[in-house]
């Protein structure tokens, strides 16, 4: 005699456990959006993401950090100069920097040829700076500004008390060099921050007090025995350095102020000899 098989749910005939109740069941309010079952995470997964959290980023390699010891901080040093326009080398061949991009007025005043002032145009130009020249011969500087810069106008020639407002700045400085022979006007342009002026005399003439004065440095080239006098009585430069002026080199010049002297030798390099030939202190 047969007798019917007990009667399974479909759950029993696939092997699940008939107890277990499912994980989302229908509410009065249900939505009928599937919620999302957030599944339990492996231990390994969950250090990776504290690890690699996203409000911290990733972490750096691991290394062993640098320290030095107190007495080797010394060997980590390096030899840093001023910044500027680098007109020779001085007594102890060390180059000598001539800085005229100043966040504040800075006077020049250059007793010397044209040569010399043409060797500092083209370097002034060479570091950055816009060169305007105020002089009473243009032939002399035309050559000059047609060559400075590769093709690009840094070098700009005006006629005297003719030169506009440059606007200097701290990203395009100005040098402006005066060659107005040995009794300059005074200029329409002065110095300002960023703003250079080097006024260039011949020699040491009657008016040349005023301006050696008013300086803040001065280069002087060979002088006559005369003139050194003039400088004496204006700068209080000691007999030794007096005595020596006379006697100078045709590239060798005394830059000074109140407190400081410094003889300087500038070598001229290929391509400014070839456009402004060997050095000389009288044109």
Known sequence: MSYPSPTMNPGQQRGQNPERRPA???SP???GMIPLLQQPEAPEQHQQRRIFSPGFGLRGPRRNRHVVTSEEIAAISMPIGDDGVIIGTDTENQPAVLGLARPNPFDVVVVGGLWFAQVLALRAAATGARVAV???RPQAWTQLAQAAGGGQQCVT???VGRVPAQGPSVSSPV???RDCGVRPPRGRVTSLPWQAVVTVLPFV???APRWLAQAQLVGIQRISPQETEVVRETLGVPAEHLQLLPTLSDNVALWCTRKHRKYVMTEPTDAETGLLGAARRMD
Do not use: C, K, M
């Open 157 to 159: 020639v005006y006629p």
């Open 205 to 207: 003439g009657e008016h």
């Open 24 to 26: 989302h069941v229908a």
């Open 29 to 31: 309010t249900d939505t």
């Open 175 to 177: 040098v402006l060099i």
């Open 134 to 136: 105020e002089t009473g």
